[in-house]
């Protein structure tokens, strides 16, 4: 039965088979795209306002996809894995993720979770881990990313970043925002992550 979410899906595939990444080919191939649809409520968030300047830093390949983020972004089921007392209210407002599959998402899938985040400019996403393997495919530029012990290096639109399981990582952002597709498997697809950081870190 057809869902008013079947383009975001799609989109959000079609955008994934046009990453000339091994890695992602290899996460994409492996995924079965024939899922059943959850009846979600809506639960837009304030972060939802750097979507419109997510759509515009874009690269060609992903502005369909962000676009039709931007316009069904009031219909679609938002969360935050955090609150205030963890990181603080100006994270908080500017902090949140779509999962667009997986085991709380708009498509049903038991082995693999997959979605957006939305960080707003300005913000530290600080040092956490959690078992999952994760492929992160920033769709904006300028964000800083860390993993283990490395520095902080600024990756662009659709160069692809990946967490082994349980190493540590950071992002932090700049003058613009953070719109990131996200790829969890091989843990618990709705754990909270481990927090080795704080908001401070790599500041000043």
Not at 46 to 69: I, Q, W
Not at 182 to 191: E, F, N, V
Request: hydrophobic share 45%; with cysteine.
């Amino acid at each position: 039965m057809a869902t008013k979410f079947d383009e975001l899906l799609e989109q959000f595939h079609a955008y994934l088979a046009s990453v000339d990444d091994a890695l992602v080919r290899y996460a994409v191939a492996g995924i079965a795209w024939d899922m059943p649809a959850r009846a979600l409520e809506p639960h837009p968030l304030g972060c939802l306002r750097h979507l419109d300047r997510a759509a515009e830093l874009a690269p060609p390949d992903a502005k369909p996809l962000v676009r039709l983020l931007a316009e069904r972004r009031n219909d679609l089921r938002w969360g935050q894995t955090y609150s205030k007392a963890d990181f603080g209210e100006a994270f908080i407002d500017n902090y949140g993720w779509l999962e667009v599959f997986g085991t709380r998402g708009h498509f049903a899938n038991d082995q693999v979770a997959a979605g957006l985040l939305i960080l707003g400019p300005d913000i530290v996403y600080p040092d956490h881990h959690h078992v999952a393997e994760e492929i992160y495919i920033p769709l904006t530029g300028g964000t800083e990313w860390r993993m283990g012990e490395s520095g902080f290096r600024r990756r662009a639109a659709g160069e692809v970043v990946h967490h082994a399981s349980n190493v540590n990582h950071a992002m932090r952002t700049g003058i613009e925002p953070l719109l990131a597709l996200y790829i969890w498997r091989g843990g618990p697809l709705a754990a909270k992550s481990t927090i080795t950081g704080t908001v401070a870190q790599g500041r000043g």
